[in-house]
């Protein structure tokens, strides 16, 4: 069964360092997403990509946060500088056009 | 205009029933339910479009009150395996998909 790809798993950092988290979609889900899920909280949607452009990221603290899905398959979310309170979990999903969206394992990301 | 949930936590004994809500102060198109056990990704069960549907498979069924903007999910005959936190995540415009993610409700399943 096709999943979502997401890369790594864990990672932990000191504040003011630069992250990248990595998403493999799954093949032929021409929509992706970007979620940040802080413990005891449910998903809050950072970046919506339709193929390589980006549909919604109104809630992406741009002055740190940046994403890519430069050939519209694969995508990186990246932090730079990292800081505490960007500790959680952060979530890929995908889907086929606007149904239901197929989540990936995620990265929880710790910062120090 | 995150949606809220209620209750925040359920405990129930194995052959029970339970329902789970979902209140938004928008207006909405649809909303979608998920299921996340602890440490792993939300796994989807269903979405209810506007117009009022019902849905459900196995004992598991939902339905979605546009004109209170509300939706209900119904657990029949609960299963160990139903434990876990449940997600509505609410869309406002057709075909955005951008969802909005409630605060979850936290099931647990007793023997």
């Known amino acids: 069964e096709a999943e979502v790809a997401q890369s790594p798993r864990y990672k932990i950092t000191e504040k003011s360092q630069a992250v990248a988290f990595w998403c493999d979609p799954i093949?032929?889900?021409?929509?992706l997403y970007w979620y940040r899920q802080i413990l005891g909280q449910g998903p809050e949607l950072l970046v919506q990509?339709?193929?390589?452009?980006?549909?919604?990221d109104s809630q992406l603290p741009k002055d740190r946060f940046s994403a890519e899905r430069l050939k519209g398959v694969d995508s990186t979310l990246k932090i730079q500088p990292a800081e505490l309170g960007d500790s959680a979990m952060y979530l890929c999903a995908s889907s086929y056009r606007y149904n239901e969206q197929f989540f990936g394992p995620g990265t929880r990301l710790t910062v120090l | 205009q995150q949606p809220v949930q209620s209750p925040q936590a359920v405990i129930l004994r194995e052959g029970e029933d339970a329902v789970i809500n979902c209140s938004s102060s928008k207006a909405l198109y649809s909303v979608h339910w998920y299921r996340q056990k602890h440490g792993e990704a939300p796994v989807f069960l269903m979405i209810?479009?506007?117009?009022?549907e019902q849905k459900g498979h196995d004992k598991i069924s939902a339905s979605f009150n546009e004109k209170k903007q509300q939706s209900s999910l119904y657990l029949t005959a609960s299963q160990l395996s139903y434990s876990g936190t449940y997600f509505c995540?609410?869309?406002?415009?057709?075909?955005?998909?951008?969802?909005?993610f409630g605060t979850g409700t936290r099931l647990t399943v007793i023997p």
């Open positions: 093949s032929g889900h021409a929509t």
């Open positions: 209810l479009l506007k117009g009022g």
């Open positions: 990509f339709q193929d390589e452009s980006v549909v919604d």
């Open positions: 995540g609410t869309e406002r415009l057709r075909g955005a998909n951008n969802l909005f």
